[in-house]
């Protein structure tokens, strides 16, 4: 499947917000739901000044795009054990009381033929509504979740969003911005993409891609190769053959004044894996910056380990290690093309991206511009 882009080069269509409430509750509760090829992830919380604050959340993996690249559908263990992770997340909601919410779904419903029946079935048994949300939408509400870790130094920015059935690229052009105001530029983006009309400096989109290729379908692609390390470098090559027509792609892009920030489990457990810790810890991980080199050494590490080695690695364990494979594919075909001294940890993403923008339309977040 070739990768999915805007007709132009640029921006990102406008944003669908719904209303605001005629007088915004600043204690009110929010939920987001992510609900991926590999996993089932919700966040609930309320607004904490210009930040969230978390009150409960859940993570399963419910692995709802097995069998789909070879299938093209949802199978029927896969629907049945995802929809008993929604129904603890639908007890969650309800205990919480939360009224204001956006339940999504990804990549393995916009490409399973029966992603409508599945969505339905939710419905009947859960009473949740799950709405599939296009890749346009799924990169912009990474970018913003990620504004908070954009140095003022950065003029040139591509935020990654590797998924389990696709990955996102955002490069985003911030150099006409004043440097104080670069985080704020880029989480104005919540509301779309607008040069023109906005009073405030803009960031400019200068392209956006998906791939449609994800720690799980990028495994599920070269599952027939034995050899640990030909399987590795197939899938890194195989991974930057879908980024030839992403245009900064073509442009060598100096060190200096540019960043890539990172968003997944992947990215996240590299960066554990960096700082040698035994037990994951977010505090530790979150904004972390690391270089081109240091994350090529742990990605050799990874290899030197083999599958059994990675298997009792406590940050990978017996699920992961097949995908933190593919994902580290993926991130070492990103550093080829662009070699970076500031790829910065995001541990949040979509969830966080669509809190951000519900507040936001709801004008409950204070002490920004956004």
């Not at 929010?30 to 604050?53: E, F, V, W």
């Not at 559908?73 to 956006?102: E, F, G, H, P």
């Not at 070269?222 to 879908?242: G, I, K, P, Q, Y």
């Not at 966080?352 to 936001?360: I, T, V």
Request: aromatic share 6%; glycine share 8%; hydrophobic share 40%.
């Amino acid at each position: 499947m070739a990768p999915r882009r805007s007709k132009g080069a640029g921006a990102f269509p406008q944003a669908v917000e719904t209303p605001a409430p005629a007088r915004p509750d600043p204690d009110a509760l929010y939920a987001a739901l992510d609900l991926g090829t590999n996993s089932c992830r919700m966040l609930i919380a309320q607004p904490k000044g210009s930040g969230i604050h978390v009150v409960d959340s859940f993570s399963k993996s419910v692995q709802l795009g097995a069998g789909l690249e070879r299938t093209g559908r949802l199978s029927r263990s896969s629907m049945a054990r995802t929809i008993q992770a929604l129904r603890i997340c639908q007890q969650k909601l309800k205990r919480n009381r939360v009224r204001r919410m956006r339940l999504v779904a990804t990549e393995a419903c916009r490409r399973a033929k029966n992603a409508r029946d599945f969505i339905r079935q939710v419905k009947r048994e859960t009473g949740l509504t799950l709405e599939i949300i296009q890749p346009e939408e799924e990169a912009r509400l990474a970018v913003i979740s990620c504004a908070p870790l954009v140095s003022t130094k950065t003029e040139q920015l591509l935020v990654v969003d590797i998924g389990g059935g696709s990955t996102e690229l955002v490069w985003i052009d911030i150099s006409s911005v004043p440097r104080r105001d670069r985080p704020s530029a880029i989480m104005r983006l919540h509301n779309g993409f607008q040069l023109s009309e906005s009073p405030f400096p803009a960031a400019k989109v200068v392209d956006w891609i998906s791939v449609p290729l994800g720690v799980a379908t990028l495994r599920d692609q070269f599952n027939d190769v034995e050899d640990d390390a030909a399987r590795f470098a197939l899938m890194s090559w195989f991974f930057e053959e879908n980024l030839a027509d992403f245009a900064p792609y073509k442009n060598e892009q100096a060190r200096a004044g540019f960043q890539i920030v990172g968003t997944s489990g992947t990215v996240t457990t590299v960066a554990a894996s960096h700082l040698g810790l035994k037990r994951y810890d977010r505090t530790k991980v979150d904004g972390l910056r690391m270089t081109s080199d240091q994350i090529d050494k742990v990605i050799r590490g990874y290899l030197e380990l083999g599958p059994q080695g990675r298997r009792r690695d406590p940050r990978i364990g017996e699920d992961r290690q097949a995908l933190i494979m593919s994902g580290s594919a993926i991130l070492q075909a990103l550093l080829r093309c662009w070699p970076t001294d500031r790829l910065s940890v995001a541990d949040r993403g979509l969830r966080e991206g669509l809190l951000y923008a519900q507040m936001s339309a709801d004008g409950v977040l204070e002490d920004g511009p956004y």
